[in-house]
């Protein structure tokens, strides 16, 4: 099994902290949002790992060789040159796969609350979905039973409430690989990209594809979503640190190295590396290394 991860995006949504570092390397409850990813999927035990990078691709491999040097002979890279969607940068990873392995394709700036070894055990063609209260907002799935028989990308009159999230498991990468390189070769794309989306509904017309419903989905794209993937993060693993005549609201992230003094820190913050916090009120905030 293998997996696809695209982390090629500029992050135009969380500037200026994207100025100087790729988005999936922005701290989130004192990890990169691509840490929690990689570590999520450790379980799965992939053959191969494949990034496709773009700007600041240079420092995604190093992020990767430092923190995971175990893995990094399964770690291959593709470069998206020009940035013409997801369908066209998973189109360029797959070419990395043996075309007869399965393959999952995780986007690289959403965390997920999923059991990934539960996808793989159902033996299935899988795109997870969630329910959401505003479909017209997201790519969106017609289903009969569990099958999905249509997609429609932000529908006026949605035909279901199953939103797309971001993970697609295929028992082959060959047949997917087909369909990525039908829209490329008869140019279909939307709004000027190649989507993913519109490769998914020439894949079912000749194959099987299921829906797995997650539990919830926390998008890394903007500083509110960011801020709501902390909350998420933080409630699960709480490290509380100390601080000098100081009150600590659990739950936080306050790594050892981190100078509190006179201060009221929390509920809800990560503190980064070398961080020094001084007669300050702090809450629902994410704090940068070295601030």
């Known amino acids: 099994m293998n997996v696809i991860i695209p982390v090629a995006g500029i992050g135009k949504r969380l500037r200026p902290h994207t100025h100087t570092k790729p988005k999936p390397l922005l701290k989130v409850a004192g990890k990169s949002i691509l840490g929690h990813i990689i570590d999520s999927i450790k379980p799965l035990n992939p053959e191969k790992i494949v990034f496709v990078i773009g700007h600041y691709g240079k420092m995604i491999k190093e992020y990767l060789r430092a923190n995971y040097p175990e893995y990094s002979s399964r770690f ?41 070894e539960n996808i793989l055990a159902a033996g299935k063609n899988i795109i997870c979905v969630s329910e959401t209260d505003d479909p017209r907002r997201f790519g969106i799935v017609q289903i009969d039973g569990d099958r999905v028989v249509d997609l429609v990308e932000k529908p006026e009159n949605p035909p279901s409430n199953l939103a797309i999230v ?46 797995y419903r997650i539990k919830g989905w926390y998008d890394c794209g903007k500083t509110e979503t960011l801020l709501k993937t902390n ?8 490290t509380p640190g100390s601080g000098k005549n100081s009150v600590i609201i659990p739950p936080v992230y306050i790594p050892q190295g981190v100078y509190v003094e006179n201060s009221i820190v929390g509920p809800y913050v990560s503190v980064g590396d070398n961080s020094v916090i001084k007669n300050s009120i702090v809450r629902n905030s994410i704090i940068y290394d070295g601030a």
């Open 166 to 211: 971001g993970i697609y498991y295929f028992l082959r990468g060959a047949e997917i690989y087909a369909s990525l390189k039908y829209i490329i070769e008869n140019n279909i794309k939307t709004k000027g990209e190649y989507q993913i989306t519109d490769a998914m509904k020439h894949f079912i017309k000749g194959n099987k594809l299921f829906i």
């Open 76 to 116: 291959e890279y593709v470069e998206q040159e020009r940035r013409e969607g997801l369908g066209h940068a998973v189109y360029l990873a797959l070419q990395k796969v043996e075309p007869s392995e399965s393959v999952m394709v995780v986007l690289g700036d959403t965390i997920f609350d999923v059991d990934y």
């Open 231 to 238: 909350r998420f993060l933080l409630e699960r693993h709480n």
